[in-house]
């Protein structure tokens, strides 16, 4: 048994509505959906292929459950620079997007979801409920739930758009007979050497089989989304030692991730979740691993709020201050400040700086990548960072302070900073009268969520 789309819409009404079938969108509707709602998932079936490659530290799939979907899991990662190789004992997992869909999918069936086939169009708020007008007619739901992507359909995000790029060209390979790299027990999470291009890339590789193998060439952070067809060209150029076989994939993969969209109006009635709702880390592109963490939460906010009685506009409230909470808003901060940092160095810096950031104690680095730690982990990673980076890193760093302070600002002080990313709130629907909300796309569209 599985969630299957279903074209005929009668009156329908869901205590949630997920907009979206994407990664993020299922992660959302399953979460809710355990935690007791009636879930109804409105998206059209033709946008349920996740043709990208995602990617996750192991242990972070385990409260979802998706462990099991797992297509290849590799007991540890390397980071590698000229000179250096740093281990990163954490198993490293490449999901299964057909697996992970069937198993959120019987879940979903298994507690009464529906999905619905249709395009969402506009969103109207009421005292007591959001009216979506679809393509296939009207769905109702005590709250709605944005899981559209970069580009989110109904959630809005005032403020300037994204300055930051992760660019990706990948392939998978058939590897010949006796192949020795990449390594089966190894992830090559970053690969450094020879990264003396502009701008700089870094080769990615895991086993994906035990005769293939995924190779991605990565721009951590630019300033441009452009520039498939060069990393095209420094891939084929380190797959050269393959022969034939690097001019024969099996797939290719093309990746253009936002990595610094504008906050959400955290006041507006429809909550965002994934990347809506801006959950890509600034400085390293993933989110599913945030979206497995915060899907419970926003689980458990909904189905309380939901339970007391809240209307759809303090509902939506709740919520998202559940899903950004001021420590979340901090953390990001200081992940854009650190974006801000990364992209002024070039190949060989961003090598050594990887190298040292990995070689300092676990938990310290884990606090920062998995978006855990308060004030006193962020206070202890900048005094990482003085300590690790050389004179002409230091230099970049105090550029980025004097050129960019407010993320550093609003990561040590709070989200109350003036002027970060301004959120003009629209007027609230009086009693018994609506709010329309038609679907506003705006920005470059990610063509990937891969390692998101």
């Given amino acids: 048994m599985t969630l ?3 074209r005929s819409v009668p009156p329908m009404s869901f205590d949630v509505a997920v907009v979206g079938c994407g990664p993020a969108g299922w992660i959302a509707a399953d979460a809710l959906a355990r935690a007791g709602l009636a879930v109804g998932l409105v998206a059209p079936a033709g946008h349920a292929s996740w043709s990208h490659r995602l990617a996750a530290w192991v242990d972070e799939l385990a409260p979802a459950g998706l462990r099991p979907c797992l297509a290849a899991e590799l007991p540890a990662a390397a980071v590698r620079a000229p000179g250096v190789m740093r281990l990163v004992e954490r198993p490293y997992g490449l999901l299964d997007g057909g697996a992970m869909r069937a198993r959120l999918g019987a879940r979903l069936a298994a507690a009464g979801a529906r999905w619905i086939d249709a395009r969402v169009r506009t969103a109207r708020v009421t005292a007591t409920e959001v009216r979506l007008e679809t393509s296939r007619g009207t769905v109702r739901g005590r709250l709605v739930v944005d899981a559209t992507g970069h580009r989110p359909v109904l959630v809005r995000r005032p403020g300037p758009g994204p300055t930051l790029f992760q660019v990706g060209y990948g392939m998978e390979l058939e590897l010949p007979p006796g192949a020795e790299a990449p390594s089966p027990e190894l992830a090559e ?11 700089p890339s870094f080769l990615y590789a895991l086993r994906t089989a035990p005769d293939r193998a995924f190779f991605e060439e990565t721009v951590l952070l630019g300033r441009s989304p452009r520039g498939l ?3 095209r060209a420094r891939l084929q150029a380190r797959l050269a030692p393959f022969g034939p076989r690097a ?3 099996l797939a290719i993969e093309r990746c253009v991730l936002p990595l610094d969209p504008p906050m959400p109006d955290l006041d507006q009635p429809i909550v965002g979740f994934g990347a809506a709702a801006s959950f890509v880390h600034p400085s390293t592109g993933y989110q599913v691993g945030h979206a497995v963490r915060k899907a419970p939460q926003l689980a458990e906010t909904v189905a309380t709020g939901l339970a007391a009685g809240l209307p759809p506009e303090v509902l939506a409230r709740e919520a998202w201050r559940a899903l950004w909470s001021p420590r979340d808003r901090r953390r990001r901060a200081f992940g854009r400040f650190g974006a801000a940092l990364l992209a002024r160095m070039d190949g060989a810096a961003l090598g050594r700086f990887f190298a040292d950031f990995f070689a300092r104690p676990e938990r310290a680095w884990r606090l920062v990548v998995d978006r855990r730690g308060g ?6 990673a900048m005094l990482g960072l003085l300590v690790d980076l ?6 970049a760093l105090w550029r980025a302070i004097r050129d960019e302070p407010a993320p550093l600002l609003e990561a040590f002080l709070g989200p109350w900073v003036p002027r970060l990313e301004p959120a003009p709130r629209a007027a609230p629907a009086a009693e018994g009268s609506s709010a329309s909300l038609p679907a506003p796309p705006t920005g470059p569209r990610a063509t990937s969520e891969a390692r998101a």
């Fill in 390 to 395: 050389d004179a002409r890193e230091r230099r």
């Fill in 229 to 231: 067809e060069a990393l």
């Fill in 375 to 380: 004030r006193r982990a962020l206070f202890g």
């Fill in 247 to 249: 001019k024969r994939p």
């Fill in 189 to 199: 999470l970053m690969d450094w050497r020879g990264a003396e291009a502009v701008p």
């Fill in 4 to 6: 299957r789309p279903s």
